[in-house]
């Protein structure tokens, strides 16, 4: 320890920028030069190092600090006498320092603790010193202006980020520029030397590569936009129309079901037993379901006729006033309050709507969805009924072919109407406008023979009893894609990679044959067919040698020549499917695609993703229009066979 004079260049160095500490008192000590009495927090300071006789040197250093000042004052002028003056006051100055060898071997590198002014016996402020940091890189030096006792709130943040250790974590470290620095920190006395003070900036970083939207695409195609309430009601139509579901029309009283033990174990005869029996009550809550829809909707006619009735009874009642007595009247029958009543009207409501503008088939297939559909209303529009009024034909048509018995169900209110189409559900052309069908032969001039086919046939002049597409040196219960057992037994079969025509349960695809302006007959989707999805294959008469008409050519080699089947045709007349009614397009949404099913090489129609209510369409290739002379009338921008022919037919 050695004393220090106040007002030297070596005390303004160290109390400048000083940062004020905790205050130890209000009481002052006061010193007397006189006496060997030192100031009590000296005595402590003594005492807590164990070495009392600091105390007689420093009272010894202070009285020949006092004589020397007094000797200086005897001899100096009076502006020497005003400098000694201000130096007679004196201060204890305390250091430390590190050390590895002798602790009592003076260096010269020490640290200062701090500063006691013996005239008061106050603890002066240590100054602010710079923390180093071997992590030079990732900090910024910035100057530190001179600073005073009394420290604003920002000085104070700035002192305890200079002290801050480095922190690990996920953001970036940036180091600042000059600009980044605080200039609003300096005060007035901004001519003494800056203190650099080490701060670590840290900053986020944006990553500039975002994932960006998907590009929009360049083909032209519209947005796909979210299917409204309206557009799924009529999905649900379509799909109970193309389910297996039995409808049909029962006695409420049935008998006593078989009795089925289960406790020894389930065989074979009593699982399928206890299927059927689900099938069975499924199909009856159904029909139930649908009978209750056509009861509730012919309840609403009967009540608008009663409310007519009840007015020409009663001629002077207000309108209002007659329908409360029909109200009231049917409260009484049912047993219900006038608001149960009511809600269950707005209800019925809807379905008698349902039932005007799309017919009786619409609201009996539209038993998924169709009550919170008529709860809430939201799709009851105009256009709505417009749309009903135009499917209505094509929803007579499915489900007079593919449910013959579904109009007995309105013998439950006494009413019966004759079925209206016949036959193969393909045999009806589906007219635009909301006209009638009209019979598949009636669309060509010359008549159309034709016979609608579940399976190929094989004309057996060419080809005898052999099938052409039969494929040599392949495992016929093997699939030659996914590596799985082919069979046509559901339970046996392991190959998915067509279940909706091989291996598993059918189910009439959801197209229809529909007129298409200057291209005659065409084949439309009822529902959407997502992409990969096997349509139906494309089926006609095996044969060989025909030229100049519509075939299809097989046994092409897409395998090896040693794996492919022996070339042949397939001439849609006069056996064939729908298949026969594709249209052509140079931007089609399904193709035909080659299968090896149990050894048989089989042409299908798959789909390239196809909305409900688009005409399907395939490409007919380049080779069908090199032999044909016929003209594309696709109406695509990038049509490639728009020859412009004369005389030349339409394809």
């Known amino acids: 320890m050695y004393l220090i004079r106040k007002n030297t260049p070596r005390y303004s160095e160290l109390c400048h920028g000083a940062k004020k500490l905790v205050e130890l008192g209000d009481e002052s000590i006061q010193l007397d030069m006189d006496s060997t009495s030192l100031p009590s927090l000296i005595t402590q300071l003594c005492n807590l190092l164990h070495n009392p006789g600091f105390l007689g040197k420093l009272s010894s250093a202070i009285n020949r600090s006092k004589l020397k000042t007094s000797e200086d004052a005897g001899h100096g002028s009076e502006y020497d006498g005003e400098k000694h003056s201000a130096h007679n006051q004196l201060f204890l100055r305390i250091e430390a320092t590190l050390c590895q060898e002798q602790p009592y071997k003076p260096h010269d590198d020490s640290l200062l603790l701090g500063c006691i002014d013996l005239q008061n016996g106050k603890l002066l402020a240590s100054p602010a010193t710079p923390v180093t940091s071997n992590h030079s890189s990732d900090s910024t030096i910035i100057p530190s202006p001179p600073q005073s006792t009394a420290r604003s709130p920002r000085q104070d943040f700035a002192s305890h980020l200079s002290k801050r250790r480095k922190t690990v974590s996920g953001l970036r470290l940036a180091p600042s520029t000059a600009s980044n620095a605080d200039q609003t920190e300096s005060d007035s006395d901004s001519q003494c030397p800056p203190t650099p003070i080490k701060r670590s900036i840290r900053q986020f970083h944006c990553e500039t590569r975002f994932p960006q939207r998907k590009k929009p695409r360049n083909d032209g195609a519209p947005p796909v936009l979210e299917p409204t309430s309206a557009d799924k009601l009529i999905a649900g139509i379509w799909k109970q129309v193309y389910s297996p579901v039995k409808l049909s029309h029962f006695s409420s009283v049935q008998g006593p079901e078989p009795a089925l033990d289960i406790r020894t174990g389930v065989s074979g005869d009593v699982f399928r037993a206890v299927s059927t029996l689900c099938l069975k009550y499924y199909n009856q809550s159904q029909s139930m379901r649908a009978m209750e829809m056509i009861v509730q909707a012919y309840w609403i006619e009967c009540y608008e006729s009663r409310i007519s009735v009840i007015g020409q009874a009663h001629p002077h009642l207000p309108p209002t006033e007659i329908r409360m007595m029909a109200l009231r009247e049917a409260c009484s029958v049912l047993q219900w309050k006038e608001k149960d009543l009511r809600n269950r ?225 397939i001439l849609q007349t006069p056996y064939l499917n729908i298949s026969r009614f594709i249209n052509h397009s140079c931007r089609p949404n399904s193709q035909f695609q080659r299968f090896i099913w149990r050894g048989l090489e089989q042409i299908i129609v798959v789909s390239r993703g196809i909305a409900a209510g688009s005409e399907i369409t395939v490409d007919y290739s380049d080779g069908y229009w090199a032999e044909l002379d016929l003209e594309c009338r696709c109406g695509e921008g990038g049509c490639r066979f728009r020859r412009g022919k004369e005389g030349g037919r339409v394809g």
């Not at 809430?376 to 034909?393: A, D, K, M, N, V």
């Not at 040196?473 to 996914?482: F, K, L, R, S, T």
Request: charge should be positive; include cysteine.
């Open 345 to 569: 009207m707005a209800i019925w409501r809807g379905y008698a709507q349902i039932r005007d503008s799309g017919g009786w088939a619409s609201l009996i297939f539209a038993s998924a969805g169709v009550y919170r559909f008529c709860k809430y209303r939201t799709g009851f529009t105009s256009s709505f009924s417009t749309q009903l009024r135009h499917l209505r034909p094509s929803i007579e048509v499915a489900a007079d072919t593919l449910h013959p018995e579904w109009r007995d169900l309105l013998l439950v209110i006494g009413q019966t109407e004759p079925r209206k189409y016949h036959g193969h559900p393909h045999e009806w052309v589906i007219p635009r406008g909301g006209a009638p069908a009209v019979p598949l032969a009636s669309t060509y001039r010359d008549g159309f023979q034709y016979e609608f086919i579940e399976a190929c046939r094989i004309d057996a002049g060419v080809f005898g009893e052999e099938d052409p597409r039969r494929v040599e040196g392949v495992d016929a219960e093997v699939c030659g894609v996914c590596g799985e057992r082919q069979a046509d037994e559901v339970e046996r079969n392991r190959c998915l990679c067509f279940p909706s025509l091989f291996g598993c349960v059918r189910a009439p695809a959801p197209v229809q044959v529909f007129h298409t302006p200057g291209k005659n007959n065409g084949v439309i989707a009822r529902l959407p067919l997502p992409r990969g999805l096997a349509l139906f294959p494309f089926l006609g008469l095996l044969t060989r040698g025909i030229t100049g008409r519509d075939v299809m050519l097989g046994g092409s080699s897409t395998q090896t020549p040693k794996t492919s089947p022996r070339p042949y045709q």
